[in-house]
Each structure stands twice: as C-alpha cells, then as structure tokens.
C-alpha cells in the first residue's frame, strides 16, 4: 500500500502520487509548447529572475555543479529543465517536481517552486504541508551547496523555510532559528539579483511578520524589523512586477500584519488588484483565485 511519503536512495521523503491533487482550472492557456515557452518566458519569470534554460545556460549549469551535475549534456539538460518548467507552468505539478528533483541541484529552483505552490493551494492538511515544505528546504539546501552563485538556489530556501515557518508557533520556529537563516537566504539572493521581485516580496513580509508576532521594539532589536523596510521592499515588488497577483496579495497581506484596523481598506484594494490580473500561468491563477476569495 502507497503511503503519504516514500524514501527515495538518499533519503529524502517524497510525496507520494495519491496525494498530488490536480489543478483545478482550465490550463488550455497555460501549454507553451515549443518556442511558446522562450517568447513568454520574461514575463513568466519576471517575479523570480530564473534565466531561460536554453543550451548555454545549461552547460553553465552542469560545469557549476561539477559533480552534483547530472549526467546530461546540455543539449539534453536544456530539453529536460524546459520540459519540467512547462508542467510548471500548465499545473502539473507533480511532473515539474518529478522532472525537477531528478536532476539533482540543477533542478532544484522547478522542483521546490513545483513542490512548495502544490502545497500552498492545493493540499488542504497542515502537516502534509510541512512535511513538503520541510522536504523542499532539503532540496533548497543541496542547490545552495551545488549552485550557491545562483539567486534561486537561495530564494527557493528562504521560500520553502518561510512557508515552513508559517506553520509553526512563532514561538517554535523563533526557538528553531528560521527568521535568521530566511533572512540570510533572502539577503544572499538580493546580493546576486537585487530585481528579485519574489525575494523582495518575502522580505517584506519577513519584517512585517515579525513585527505582528512579537512587536516592533523586540523584533527591531532581535531580528532587524523594521516597518518601513517592509513598506520598502513591497513597493519595490510591486514597481518590478506590476502584472503579478502574488505582489500585490503579499502588499495587501503586508498592508494588514502591519496594522490591520488602519490598512484594511488599503488591503482589501490590493488584493482587488490582484484578482483582476490576468493569469500567465497555472500558479499566477490560483493565485488570483485565492485573492477573489478573500474579497468574498
């Protein structure tokens, strides 16, 4: 019998194809077959910055990892990672993890992308999730070890750490030391891309987060929040990715862990801005769908 979680060879838990729920929506718009996916890929990446896996990005790739690489030639890596990055895109997530995470390090930024979305929309129970996040920030940190000049290696970390986070007591995941090691993930990615939008967003909430559990005073000068870097590096999210349903959800979810009774109004017109983008992809329609939700 399947269980929720098998090992594979090296011992990391992977979720197990039963509980892989499907996309929910019509994903006709969302294919990018052939040169589809290159002439989209700017603005299917603008939030993240991941570079276009064309042959000489992947024979960059496999000379970085050295012997984390797979054993491809980039020719070979290049069809892989494109062919994995479409599942991305269209909502099959299981497959863009599948294909992500059997190429080691080199496929980490689709695999965690793949694995951490799936879990954040479409898996209902709370310590499944945890389970794939805790798995995802595994994945994360043998790319940072393999990659660790690649901004995703990093941002995928952070993201898997922080969604992680969220799903613990404050108390616990403070005890644990994640906000210092989400922070330094997310400070090594700037470092490597300062247009990160993604990274800028989740340092955003970093702050605000912090300063909404444990107050401003305390969280200024344990951790380094600060409200006006929250307010700061959203606006920069927004600035660089206008079109994206999840900047302007976090701007709103920002807006509310900062100061709920002042923000609220201001809140509730990002997530409205956010429900009326136009999604490019699987991902960006569940999240306009979750901010349509909210406004219910």
Not at 169 to 192: C, E, F, H, P, Q
Request: charged share 25%.
């Amino acid at each position: 019998m399947l269980t929720a979680y098998d090992i594979d060879s090296r011992g990391i838990r992977m979720a197990a194809k039963s509980n892989w729920a499907a996309f929910p929506h019509d994903a006709k718009a969302y294919a990018y077959a052939g040169d589809a996916l290159k002439k989209a890929w700017p603005k299917l990446h603008a939030g993240d910055c991941e570079p276009f896996p064309d042959a000489k990005r992947a024979a960059a790739l496999l000379k970085a990892a050295g012997k984390a690489a797979p054993k491809l030639d980039a020719d070979a890596l290049a069809e892989a990672l494109q062919d994995a990055w479409r599942a991305f895109h269209r909502g099959d997530f299981k497959a863009a993890f599948d294909a992500g995470e059997k190429l080691g390090p080199v496929g980490a930024s689709v695999a965690v992308k793949a694995i951490g979305i799936h879990a954040t929309y479409l898996v209902d129970d709370e310590a499944e999730q945890l389970k794939r996040y805790e798995q995802a920030s595994k994945i994360a940190e043998a790319a940072i070890k393999a990659l660790p000049d690649e901004a995703n290696s990093h941002y995928r970390h952070a993201f898997a750490l922080g969604r992680y986070s969220q799903g613990l007591s404050i108390a616990k995941a403070l005890k644990m030391g994640i906000a210092g090691k989400v922070r330094a993930s997310l400070d090594a990615t700037l470092d490597l891309e300062p247009k990160h939008a993604e990274a800028h967003t989740a340092l955003a909430l970093y702050h605000a987060e912090i300063i909404n559990k444990i107050g401003a005073m305390i969280g200024g000068l344990t951790y380094g929040a600060k409200a006006g870097e929250a307010e700061k590096h959203i606006k920069e999210a927004v600035k660089l990715t206008p079109a994206s349903p999840i900047a302007h959800i976090e701007h709103g979810n920002v807006l509310l862990l900062l100061d709920e009774n002042r923000n609220e109004d201001a809140a509730a017109t990002a997530y409205e801005k956010a429900g009326k983008c136009k999604p490019l992809d699987a991902m960006e329609a569940l999240d306009a769908a979750y901010a349509q939700e909210q406004l219910e």
